[in-house]
């Protein structure tokens, strides 16, 4: 079973900027679809961010021009750039991976994730 561990949540003020990263325990590690997920609380589950094997990109239209999603596969690690935040970026932020041969691009989230991350949390003071 893969293991994905998020890091880089904090606190910071309207307007700072966070990077996060999630670290894939599997070598070599190639998911279809891998992405970045928030729940704030008494709120769903939203997609943010995820970029697919061909580096196609998908991104949540609340972040788009601010979030930047990208990985390093000689790493196995998925990054989040986070700029300009907002208090309604305060959530938990987890990463999570898709196997079944899904794209991720132009808004598209795929439903059905096969392994999530425990998830970082950020919180952004106005």
């Known amino acids: 079973q893969v293991q994905l561990v998020e890091s880089g949540g904090g606190s910071v003020q309207t307007g700072g900027s966070l990077r996060l990263s999630c670290v894939s325990s599997?070598?070599?590690?190639?998911?279809?679809?891998w992405g970045w997920f928030r729940q704030a609380p008494g709120q769903e589950r939203e997609g943010v961010a995820a970029i697919d094997k061909s580096g196609d990109t998908s991104y949540a239209n609340s972040v788009k021009g601010r979030f930047t999603v990208s990985k390093d596969n000689t790493k196995n690690t998925l990054y989040l750039q986070m700029n300009s935040l907002k208090p309604e970026d305060t959530a938990m932020y987890y990463c999570?991976?898709?196997?079944?041969?899904?794209?991720?691009?132009?808004?598209?989230?795929?439903?059905?994730?096969?392994?999530w991350g425990q998830g970082t949390q950020v919180t952004v003071s106005s």
């Open positions: 599997e070598s070599n590690h190639r998911p279809s679809c």
């Open positions: 999570a991976g898709e196997t079944g041969g899904a794209h991720c691009r132009d808004g598209y989230f795929p439903v059905e994730w096969n392994y």
